[in-house]
């Protein structure tokens, strides 16, 4: 039995480094109940940062509007600041002013690959609660506008669309030894949110890994019995 386990965990190791390579970040809203257990979310007025409005988990946006990409619970959902994607405004001014930061955990040691929404305004990727914002590699033009579907002032036009989403990457290299990852989005605490979903699949090696850790599993059995 020794034999077989230790075979086991090798295989399960193999297949799982192989995974965590592709994959280093977890979709949104990924899983089920209100709140993503994966994701944080900050919100503060941009002209004074002290008047924080929320800080915590980020909550699942169920009932979504029109112009956004659908979800796909419970494999990817829209997340915000609320079940609703609004927080109470009150005497405070309106206008995009208000600053969302969307962070999580960096798995596995390979670039960041996914698809994206947002609402309102995008503002950059940051790594490690860095106060710099960047796109990394990634084009400008592509995200000057609001992250959804719909002609005046979206990213992409009105629906139906074969996705309202745009895709991303962020090289290793630029990712270096950071812990965790964020996402910087300017709104109006009016239905703003994040979506992101991970492009990436197992690629055939990762397979293969599996495949191979397997056959020698049932190969060690095989030969024990034999030896019985």
């Given at each position: 039995m020794k034999l077989i386990s230790r075979a086991a965990v090798v295989a399960a190791a193999l297949s799982f480094s192989a995974v965590a390579s592709q994959a280093q970040v977890l979709n949104t809203g990924l899983g089920v109940g209100p709140m993503d257990a994966n994701w944080t979310v900050n919100v503060f007025q941009i002209s004074n940062p002290l008047n924080v409005l929320y800080t915590g988990q980020a909550y699942r946006i169920s009932s979504i509007p029109g112009v956004w990409e659908n979800n796909s619970a419970p494999t990817y959902?829209?997340?915000?600041?609320?079940?609703?994607?609004?927080?109470?405004?009150?005497?405070?001014?309106?206008?995009?002013?208000?600053?969302?930061?969307?962070?999580?955990?960096?798995?596995?040691?390979?670039?960041?690959?996914?698809?994206?929404?947002?609402?309102?305004?995008?503002?950059?990727?940051?790594?490690?609660?860095?106060?710099?914002?960047?796109?990394?590699?990634?084009?400008?033009?592509?995200?000057?506008?609001?992250?959804?579907?719909?002609?005046?002032?979206?990213?992409?036009?009105?629906?139906?669309?074969?996705?309202?989403?745009?895709?991303?990457?962020?090289?290793?290299?630029?990712i270096g030894q950071a812990s965790t990852f964020s996402v910087v989005i300017d709104g109006d605490l009016a239905t703003d949110g994040l979506l992101i979903r991970n492009a990436t699949v197992p690629e055939p090696s990762t397979y293969a890994l599996m495949a191979a850790g397997l056959a020698g599993i049932f190969g060690v059995s095989r030969r024990r019995r034999n030896n019985a």
């Open positions: 959902n829209w997340i915000g600041a609320s079940a609703s994607g609004s927080l109470p405004r009150g005497n405070l001014p309106g206008g995009f002013g208000y600053r969302y930061i969307f962070t999580t955990n960096l798995l596995g040691t390979g670039p960041i690959v996914g698809s994206m929404g947002w609402d309102n305004k995008f503002v950059g990727f940051s790594f490690d609660g860095g106060a710099t914002t960047g796109l990394f590699g990634n084009n400008a033009a592509d995200f000057n506008e609001f992250g959804f579907c719909r002609n005046s002032d979206g990213e992409f036009d009105n629906k139906p669309q074969p996705t309202c989403t745009r895709d991303f990457t962020i090289a290793s290299s630029n």
